[in-house]
């Protein structure tokens, strides 16, 4: 039933934002996504470095390496958008998540080289307006490279969650090229699942999504 909720949530959002907010928001996102793939690799651009990120302990280290300078980013980004946003601020993701996340992926279980989310952090906008300012920021950005961007907002997953994922890279980070992750999202949805317990059945969901994947190899 989350998902007739997200779906209302979503409409009341569109409605008080108006038609141009819409139209201004699908501008800023397909501004974004040129260059970026559906798929990204951590240290694709240092390919003699992947052995290294083949490893769990070895990501977190890259990771942790990184999170200092991510978490700067972050905050400028959070303070130049003004009061209409907040900042959630998770710590990195933690050794046994990365693990298990690789472990159940079929073929591959001890490639760590896809689990871009092990830096990241939330960004919440009070309108469909302040996170557009943010996708405008970040493609004007000269502080990170963009690899990925999610738009659940034309396409949300089945549950009809709405956000946006990014994965950027710090054009500071000439090493490594730690592919971080960050998540705009809307206050009232965020709200809606968080006031209602639906991240806790979203990982459920998420656990046995990766176990019928698994199995079904």
């Known amino acids: 039933y989350f ?12 409605d ?33 470095a992947l052995l290294r990120a083949s490893s769990a302990p070895a990501l977190l280290v890259d990771a942790l390496d990184v999170a200092p ?25 933690g050794a046994a998540r990365i693990v298990e996340k690789c472990a159940l992926r079929p073929g591959a279980p001890d490639d760590t080289s896809r689990v871009c989310d092990v830096n990241r952090d939330m960004i919440v906008c009070d309108t469909l307006g302040d996170l557009t300012d943010l996708l405008q920021r970040l493609e004007e950005s ?7 961007v999610k738009d659940r907002h034309n396409h949300p997953p089945p549950s009809k969650w709405r956000d946006v994922m990014v994965n950027i890279i710090l054009t500071t980070d000439h090493e490594t090229h730690h592919v971080c992750e960050l998540q705009l999202c809307l206050e009232m949805m965020l709200t ?17 999504d990766e176990l019928l994947e698994k199995l079904a190899g």
């Open 142 to 148: 000269k502080e990170v490279t963009v690899v990925r």
């Open 3 to 14: 998902s007739r909720i997200y779906e209302t949530i979503y409409l009341t959002v569109l």
């Open 16 to 48: 008080s934002a108006g038609e141009l907010a819409k139209v201004a928001y699908d501008d800023a996102i397909q501004k974004l996504t040129p260059g970026t793939s559906d798929n990204c690799y951590q240290r694709s651009a240092s390919a003699p």
């Open 192 to 208: 809606g699942r968080e006031g209602l317990h639906g991240h806790t059945l979203y990982n459920r969901q998420r656990c046995a």
């Open 69 to 93: 300078e991510f978490d700067k980013f972050v905050g400028r980004l959070k303070i130049s958008a003004g009061s209409g946003v907040s900042r959630k601020s998770p710590p990195p993701k």
